[in-house]
Structures are given as C-alpha cells and as structure tokens.
C-alpha cells in the first residue's frame, strides 16, 4: 500500500481497492482534501487533533457512499446514518475500500489523574500497518510498520521505546510530531535508532510526502 503522511496524526492509505483516511483532525491543514478523497475514514478517537467534527459531518451529508469507522464516543453523535457510520471496539473486524481492517486498545493513554480517559481504539490494516492513536497499546499480532507517536501531553521518550521493543516492527513511522520542533524530531530518531535504544530507526515523512509500506 501507499502511505501518504499528512500533518500530525493523520495518514491516507491507498491500494488497489481504494483509499482510507485515518484520524484527520483540526491539527492536520489538508484534513479536509484528504477526506474527500477517501472512500473511508477511521476515527481512533475524539479529541479535536484526531476528529474534526464539523468536517465529517460535512463529509457525511454531501457523500452518501462515505463510510466512517470509530469508537462509540465519535460515532454515536450520527445515530441517525447507520448505513454510513459504524461504531468498533477491540476485537472487530471489516473490511473497506479494498483493505481489511483489525481493532485493537481501549482507552487513551494516562494524560493526568484529573483528566478523564476517553476510549481510544488502534487499527491494523492490512495485517501489517498499525495506527495506535494516542495509546501505546501493543496489538497481539504482527506489525510491520508501525506509526508512532513522537509528541503530546501524554508521551513520555521511555515509554516510547519499551513500547516499539515490545512491538518489535520492521518500520516505524513518525506520527503525531506537531508538538515537536525540527530539532525536537531529529532528536528522536537519534533515541529510536539501531545506534541508539531500539533495532528499527524512525522514519520521518514530510507532510505530503508519500512512501510505499
């Protein structure tokens, strides 16, 4: 598949089967060109840097063919589209746009005791790509390229690390970096590099740029 990196967590994937948008948010400029050129798109979660509301409402009236995919919490607000929009938890499965699809997690990772945890699921595509949202959850399945978290209120460096250790991907993908520098993203793939603390080095993808995973 073709992995297209737009800004902060969002990724298209596009095959031969078609094209799924995953977590395009308020932070990510292009949310909007990617969604519409999607036949899909997947929700991790609900906060505002992975789910821009009003655009997928948007999306939903003027394309009746869209389909959305998301926890409980995204998709209940469109009760009302059940032929557009399906709720997902840990252990479903479906398939679309050409591409098959696994959901793993829970919830989202531990901001601060005052801060409620909402649900947060992770998709892995295509029994080989993994977005895990805002949760380093480790799927029970083998993960080639794994996309990860590099920034946030709730990443910490070592987590990080343990956390690709116990995935133990072939490819690690930067996403969710908008709270990084430059300087901030090099310095990460200094930690998360084979001379560093894990086997496989960081991939940094320019917004806009696509790769090939």
């Known amino acids: 598949m073709q992995l297209t990196k737009h800004a902060h967590a969002c990724v298209s994937l596009t095959g031969d089967g078609g094209r799924i948008v995953i977590d395009p948010g308020t932070f990510t400029p292009d949310a909007a060109e990617a969604v519409a050129a999607a036949e899909a798109v997947l929700i991790t979660h609900e906060h505002f840097d992975h789910f821009d509301e009003k655009l997928i409402a948007e999306a939903l009236e003027a394309r009746p063919a869209l389909r959305v995919y998301g926890p409980g919490s995204v998709v209940g607000r469109w009760s009302a589209r059940p032929g557009q929009v399906t709720e997902v938890a840990a252990g479903d499965e479906f398939a679309v746009a050409g591409f098959d699809v696994a959901v793993y997690g829970d919830l989202h990772a531990a901001i601060h005791r ?34 990860l978290p590099t920034s946030g209120p709730w990443t910490k460096l070592g987590e990080a690390v343990d956390y690709v250790r116990e995935v133990a991907p072939s490819r690690l993908v930067q996403i969710h970096e908008v709270m990084l520098s430059g300087l901030g993203q090099q310095s990460m793939t200094r930690f998360l590099d084979p001379d560093g603390l894990t086997d496989v080095g960081l991939t940094i993808v320019p917004p806009g740029d696509t790769i090939s995973v």
Request: aromatic share 8%.
């Open 114 to 147: 005052d801060i409620p945890r909402v649900a947060n699921v992770g998709y892995l595509v295509d029994g080989s790509l993994y977005h895990p949202g805002d949760a380093y959850h480790a799927p029970n399945a083998t993960v080639d390229t794994l996309l």
